[in-house]
């Protein structure tokens, strides 16, 4: 079962420029950078509220992250669902007609475990899963 809303994800091509941009919005609270290899990306996370605002810069020109800038100049990326069993979930989500992207979770910031659903099944907005880690 989905529990919440875990963060919204927003591509950016300037990272250093947007982590100014948001630290100075009251209620905005900075809690770090990551690089994340596995999907070419860097990752500045913001908390509000009991939900997390990722920024995502592309570490290179391969990664999606540069190739969704390319075609949209950035913006909302992903919404990220929390879920108790990823694997579950998957299942449950894809026995229900959503088509997965990724059948298998793949390791994502945090050492959460993640999967992206094909967002023609949910309005347009590329959906994660996402089991936490540490
Ligand atoms: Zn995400």
Do not use: C, W
């Not at 059948?103 to 309005?123: L, T, Y």
């Amino acid at each position: 079962m989905i529990k919440k809303i875990d963060h919204i994800a927003i591509a950016v091509s300037d990272l250093n420029k947007e982590i100014e941009v948001y630290k100075n919005i009251p209620g905005f609270e900075f809690s770090g950078t990551e690089v994340v290899e596995e999907q070419k990306v860097t990752v500045a996370f913001f908390k509000v509220g009991d939900i997390f605002i990722e920024l995502l810069e592309p570490l290179s020109d391969d990664s999606p992250i540069s190739k969704f800038i390319e075609k949209r100049g950035g913006g909302l990326h992903h919404i990220a669902y929390e879920v108790d069993d990823i694997k579950n979930e998957i299942t449950s989500l894809e026995e229900k007609g959503i088509r997965m992207l990724d059948k298998e979770p793949r390791v994502g910031a945090h050492k959460a475990q993640i999967a992206f659903a094909n967002p023609k099944d949910f309005s347009g907005v590329l959906t994660e899963l996402k089991e936490k880690g540490e």
